[in-house]
């Protein structure tokens, strides 16, 4: 139809902006001198339309990245954060494409990663001069030294075990600061029953400590062969623990009584007298010696004495006897000058 008149308008529907941020972008991995140093970052996806955040979401089957980058998300529903990672096997930087949607629209976000290289060791410089020495350290602390003089006792026992008698052990101790002797205490320990201490004198700076451990008679020393006994020597101020041993010689049983033996043949004894004494004046020597045989304390004379053997005189310790046999010896003034030792023997 024929018109008179026309106008138009056109009507334009305005959505808000949709923007995406990332809370990181880039990064640089530590490396070596040539390639990556295995390792990871993060970054956190954010949506805003309009101003307000609204619900992104990443699909990481769809990111683009180098070989040697691995990208894993949280899969948080509204703002997820990327993991990226690198291996040992990238030794470049690089981009990664991560498409984002948001309702609806896929934005496309890039994020830059690069390598901070290691740099190559330089030539070690010439060694500098030596500083100067240090002051001199304060004097060492000498030494404490304690120890037991006796270590070790072996009582004796019956077979079964028991004290043959009351037994007193003296156990010394000493304490040295350095080369020094120092005072020295002793505190015993545990005691076996029937053990006790008897004294416990502390030592000195000029005399060792001296303790003494007594043993009861018929005591079994709690049922046990061996023991220890610890001793707290304490000088200086310091404590430290020795140990004192003790162990059972136990008596072995008494064997059955032996049969009596034969008699024994009676004891053959003889003796030199002189009738005029041992002692003359101006070679005025005259005397009879006369020698006398007992068997079993009693004189032995006639045949008796003939089947014992023959009595021979020796002079001065000659090997050689003299011609006078029998039980009696005449001596005159000829016989000695100054001394002369006569001795007989028995023979046969």
């Not at 138009?8 to 990064?27: C, F, K, N, P, R």
């Not at 061996?226 to 020597?233: E, K, M, N, S």
């Amino acid at each position: 139809m024929p018109q008179r008149a026309a106008d138009a308008i056109t009507l334009i529907d305005l959505t808000d902006g949709v923007s995406v941020v990332m809370s990181s972008e880039s990064y640089n991995f530590p490396g070596t001198t040539t390639a990556a140093i295995a390792g990871s970052t993060s970054t956190k996806i954010q949506a805003l339309m309009g101003g307000e955040y609204v619900a992104a979401s990443v699909n990481v089957a769809n990111i683009t990245k180098p070989a040697g980058v691995t990208v894993t998300s949280d899969n948080h529903a509204t703002s997820p954060t990327l993991t990226i990672a690198v291996t040992t096997s990238v030794t470049a930087g690089g981009e990664i494409s991560i498409p984002v949607v948001v309702d609806g629209l896929t934005l496309e976000k890039k994020f830059s990663f690069g390598i901070a290289y290691k740099g190559t060791t330089g030539d070690q410089g010439p060694q500098g001069g030596q500083g100067p020495q240090g002051p001199q350290g304060q004097a060492g602390v000498s030494a404490t030294l304690v120890g037991l003089k006796n270590e070790a006792q072996s009582i004796v026992t019956t077979a079964a075990g028991a004290a043959v008698a009351a037994t007193t052990i003296q156990v010394d101790f000493y304490g040295y600061v350095g080369a020094t002797r120092s005072a020295v205490t002793a505190a015993v320990g545990t005691l076996p029953s029937g053990m006790t201490v008897g004294t416990n004198t502390a030592g000195t700076a000029s005399a060792d400590g001296v303790l003494t451990l007594v043993v009861a008679n018929g005591s079994t020393l709690g049922g046990v062969d061996q023991g220890t006994v610890p001793i707290t020597l304490t000088a200086n101020g310091i404590p430290r623990v020795a140990l004192f041993s003790w162990s059972k010689a136990k008596q072995g049983a008494q064997g059955n009584t032996g049969g009596t033996g034969a008699a024994g043949a009676a004891a053959v004894t003889l003796e030199v007298s002189s009738a005029q004494g041992l002692v003359f004046k101006n070679t005025q020597v005259a005397t009879t010696l006369t020698a006398r045989v007992y068997q079993g304390g009693v004189e032995v004379t006639g045949a008796a004495l003939t089947a014992l053997g023959t009595i021979r005189w020796y002079k001065d310790g000659s090997a050689t006897a003299l011609t006078t046999t029998g039980t009696t010896l005449t001596i005159s003034a000829g016989d000695v000058a100054d001394k002369a030792n006569y001795e007989a023997k028995l023979e046969y």
